[in-house]
């Protein structure tokens, strides 16, 4: 795709920054450079060459064009094309990822993760052993025992080791007798990648992708096959429980799902407990029955600030709006383009906008995006702006309506969904 407007190319103001800080030469040395312009297919070339361990390996320029090329070969319910194909054989569309191996080992992609009914050249897989091939138990005696976190008895289909694996090293081939496997030109990228101890060479280190091969033949994922962790041990629920929001219309749930009680978190009081307990007891939900979710409108991004600067951009999104459903607008006395107050469930937060009737959000739900700023409680703020920095469009913004709260394991605070009421203005 060309550049919009008088914007440069991606590649091309990457390749004058490198060239700039004076390491052009090497950053682009396997990359072919016309005018200021990297050649895509190289760059892409670059990238399979050193994406060994997050399966970017695969998706050559080469294969992705085939696809292209013979997008009426895909099947439109698997996404995959026929084996017997010579351009696309066996493929799903577009390589998902991961996409282990080389280019030339033509694995397909993977359409499903950890799906072991598929052999792993069919896109199945295995859950990764990402922490660890073993643990410490302790018992009731106060004694210790070691506990694998390989797979028991569980692997992928067609795989030669019918168990648990870890990751695959130059070693582990040696040890199943499997590194003569390996060509000479693979065993010498090897030895150069790690001189002294070659036997610690692993699959996501591996830049001849020998040994990511020779898992595959063998029906194996390079990466190995352990247990699923479904126990997140260090966050505040380990094992996932429903609990209901700060302020949520379901109150008659609230005594069953409660969220999480009081604490101190990164020195920072989480008093959400009390929050939800105190909006029970003043009948909130009531007073604003309505849930209000925000979001992201395709025009701007984040506040909005450069986005609404925008002369193109502000002329697709002139107003700030709300979404509400025909029902909800009927019960009001709102009309679609007509101005609503938005009042908050706290501090008597209110804000001025335009509706939206649309049966794209549901009974007792409304939506707004959070891009706008510049109006406050129905005042237009645009002389308060230093002259010149006022964005071409302003209008109220989302947060002012939302309400407290935040993630205990994340500290993100609540800004997407909470309880309002709408009126028309």
């Given at each position: 795709m060309k550049p919009v407007f008088e914007s440069k190319d991606d590649l091309e103001i990457i390749y004058r920054l490198a060239r700039k800080f004076g390491f052009a030469d090497q950053m682009f040395k396997n990359i072919k450079v016309e005018n200021n312009l990297p050649e895509a297919e190289d760059v892409l070339r670059e990238m399979n060459r050193g994406s060994w361990s997050t399966g970017y390996c695969g998706q050559s320029p080469e294969r992705l064009k085939a696809h292209m090329k013979n997008q009426a070969k895909f099947d439109?319910?698997?996404?995959?094309?026929?084996?017997?194909?010579?351009?696309?054989?066996?493929?799903?569309?577009?390589?998902?990822?991961?996409?282990?191996?080389?280019?030339?080992?033509?694995?397909?992609?993977?359409?499903?993760?950890?799906?072991?009914?598929?052999?792993?050249?069919?896109?199945?897989?295995?859950?990764?052993?990402?922490?660890?091939?073993?643990?410490?138990?302790k018992l009731p005696d106060g004694t210790t025992r070691k506990v694998s976190l390989l797979a028991d008895g569980s692997y992928s289909l067609g795989s030669a080791i019918q168990d648990g694996y870890p990751e695959f090293t130059l070693a582990s081939l040696k040890k199943l007798g499997w590194d003569t496997d390996l060509t000479e030109a693979e065993m010498a990228v090897i030895n150069k990648v790690n001189p002294a101890t070659p036997d610690a060479v692993s699959w996501s280190l591996d830049l001849s992708g020998g040994i990511q091969r020779v898992a595959l033949a063998h029906g194996c994922v390079p990466y190995g096959n352990g247990k699923a962790r479904m126990n997140a041990f260090g966050l505040p629920d380990p094992i996932p429980v429903h609990r209901e929001p700060i302020y949520t219309p379901r109150v008659d749930l609230v005594a069953k799902y409660p969220t999480l009680p009081d604490a101190k978190q990164f020195r920072m009081p989480n008093i959400g407990f009390s929050v939800q307990k105190a909006a029970v007891e003043k009948g909130i939900?009531?007073?604003?029955?309505?849930?209000?979710?925000?979001?992201?409108?395709?025009?701007?991004?984040?506040?909005?600030?450069?986005?609404?600067?925008?002369?193109?951009?502000a002329e697709l999104q002139q107003d700030m709006f709300i979404e509400i459903n025909p029902a909800d607008a009927a019960e009001r006395g709102v009309k679609d383009g007509g101005w609503v107050w938005v009042m908050g469930a706290e501090n008597n937060s209110r804000a001025r906008m335009k509706a939206l009737v649309t049966e794209r959000v549901g009974k007792g739900v409304a939506w707004m995006p959070f891009h706008f700023g510049g109006w406050l409680a129905g005042k237009d703020l645009r002389g308060n702006y230093p002259k010149g920095t006022d964005p071409i469009v302003l209008g109220e913004s989302a947060n002012t309506i939302t309400t407290y709260g935040y993630d205990p394991a994340t500290n993100m605070q609540e800004t997407k969904v909470t309880l309002c009421q709408i009126a028309a203005a």
């Open positions: 439109m319910l698997t996404m995959r094309a026929p084996k017997d194909d010579p351009e696309v054989g066996g493929d799903y569309y577009g390589l998902p990822w991961p996409c282990w191996g080389s280019p030339e080992v033509k694995h397909p992609g993977t359409p499903l993760l950890y799906n072991t009914n598929l052999h792993v050249m069919d896109g199945g897989g295995t859950f990764r052993p990402r922490f660890g091939i073993e643990r410490e138990e939900a009531k007073q604003f029955p309505l849930i209000l979710s925000s979001g992201r409108l395709v025009e701007y991004e984040g506040g909005g600030e450069e986005t609404r600067t925008n002369p193109w951009l």
